[in-house]
Structure formats: structure tokens, C-alpha cells
């Protein structure tokens, strides 16, 4: 079966600090991968997409950036982070995951929660 | 670009039936799904339609109408673990990405 991790779970870091996030996906290959940001109480907005290693698509301007070295791993980062990179960021995957809707389901990971103060 | 527009609150009692609807603005249309999300949660897939008309399963159906650009969640025998928020979310067909609707908190009460 297939899984997906985060961490961490929670984060709270300073405004001009750097950060990273990870995410790794088990029992699939060569996922699409997406982050995704939600504020509280509001819908998930897309970030970044990838549909294979080193391929980063960005789909809103911002001072987040996005990385995948290997075929299962995703990673969030910023240099210096503000004020307004509070949120709730979600990791996830679709695939041949072998049931009956394969790409057209996301599955997501625990998410973390990043406060910067 | 991609707009979706769901109420933002509904409120139902246990044992009833809840209808959440979905407009949708799209420049690209491949199907349209449905996600749970509990408060602290992540979200959990639900439904996928891509042709017009009804899908069931089990005590959720979801519903398209391509030409109208509408679609809804119907929760039937609703419980109070219903209680989450609802997400509609656009297929628009590169990469196989999502763009979501602000969500629908259902509450459900005794």
C-alpha cells in the first residue's frame, strides 16, 4: 500500500529564517507531487507541482521554492521566511495507485503547520 | 483562470439529508471531485465525476451538469461524524492538478 510522510508536524520559526519542508511518498513510482497552502479557515491553493525528478512547476509567485532530488521525496524551502508563509502546507501524490480512479485522486500527507513570528 | 463558488456554512441535523453545490468557472474542464476535511485534518478524497449525472457511494453521491457548470455533494443519513468541511475541486487536466473551492464547513447537530 501506499503512503505519504511530513515532517514536521508543527514549526515555528522566525520572519528572515530559512525553512524546509519534506515529503516522501511510499509504494508508487514516479508520483506527480504537489504542495499545497492553506490558511486557516480557507481552501487549498496549489504551490508547486512536479511531474518527475527536477521538474518544479510554480503556480504562484512567492519567496517559496521547490525541489524534488528523488522520484519519491518533495521538499519545500524558503531563504528567508515572512510573515504571510504562516499556514497550513500539505504534501500530496496521485498515481497509479491501483484502485479504480488513479490520477484523478490526491492523496495527502498529515500537513504541517508552520507559524512564523 | 478557475473560479468555484460553495456556501460557506451549512448546518443539518443527524438523520437528514445535506446538499452542497458547486459553481464552477474554468478555462479547461476534465471532471470535478469532492474532498472531507476534518479540523486539523488533511483532506480525504471523496467522489470524481467527469461525465454528467450521479454517482453513489454508500451514504455520499456527487452530481455534474457539464453544461452548467455545477455540481454538488449529497450526504444522506447524515452523523455527527459528517461534521468537516467540504472541498470542490476543478480537474483541469495538466499534471493531473486540483484548484479548490473555498470549502463548506457542514455542521451537524442532535
Known amino acids: 500500500s501506499q503512503t505519504i510522510h511530513q515532517w514536521p508536524a508543527t514549526l515555528v520559526q522566525p520572519v528572515g529564517s530559512p525553512l524546509s519542508l519534506e515529503c516522501t511518498v511510499e509504494?508508487?513510482?514516479?508520483?506527480?507531487l504537489y504542495w499545497y497552502r492553506q490558511a486557516a479557515g480557507r481552501g487549498l491553493q496549489l504551490l508547486f507541482y512536479?511531474?518527475?525528478?527536477?521538474?518544479i512547476s510554480s503556480e504562484v509567485p512567492q519567496n517559496l521554492s521547490a525541489s524534488r532530488p528523488q522520484d519519491r521525496q518533495f521538499i519545500l524551502s524558503s531563504k528567508k521566511l515572512l510573515l504571510s508563509d504562516s499556514g497550513f502546507y500539505l504534501c500530496?501524490?496521485?498515481?497509479?495507485?491501483?484502485?479504480?480512479?488513479?490520477?484523478?485522486?490526491?492523496?495527502f500527507g498529515p500537513g504541517t503547520r508552520l507559524t512564523v513570528l | 483562470g478557475q473560479s468555484l463558488e460553495q456556501p460557506s456554512e451549512v448546518t443539518a441535523v443527524e438523520g437528514a439529508i445535506v446538499q452542497i453545490n458547486c459553481t464552477y468557472q474554468?478555462?479547461?474542464?476534465?471532471?470535478l471531485s469532492w474532498y472531507q476535511q476534518h479540523d486539523g485534518g488533511a483532506p480525504t478524497f471523496l467522489s470524481y465525476?467527469?461525465?454528467?449525472g450521479l454517482e453513489e457511494t454508500g451514504r455520499f453521491s456527487s452530481f455534474l451538469s457539464r453544461s452548467d457548470s455545477y455540481g454538488y455533494l449529497l450526504l444522506q443519513e447524515l452523523q455527527m461524524k459528517d461534521s468537516a468541511s467540504y472541498f470542490c475541486?476543478?480537474?483541469?487536466?495538466?499534471?493531473?492538478?486540483?484548484?479548490f473551492g473555498t470549502g463548506t464547513r457542514l455542521q451537524v447537530t442532535l
Open positions: 512536479s511531474v518527475g525528478i527536477g521538474q
Open positions: 474554468t478555462s479547461g474542464f476534465y471532471g
Open positions: 509504494g508508487t513510482s514516479n508520483p506527480n
Open positions: 465525476n467527469a461525465l454528467d
Open positions: 475541486a476543478v480537474h483541469t487536466g495538466t499534471a493531473s492538478k486540483l484548484t
Open positions: 500530496a501524490w496521485t498515481g497509479l495507485a491501483g484502485g479504480p480512479f488513479s490520477y484523478n485522486e490526491q492523496f
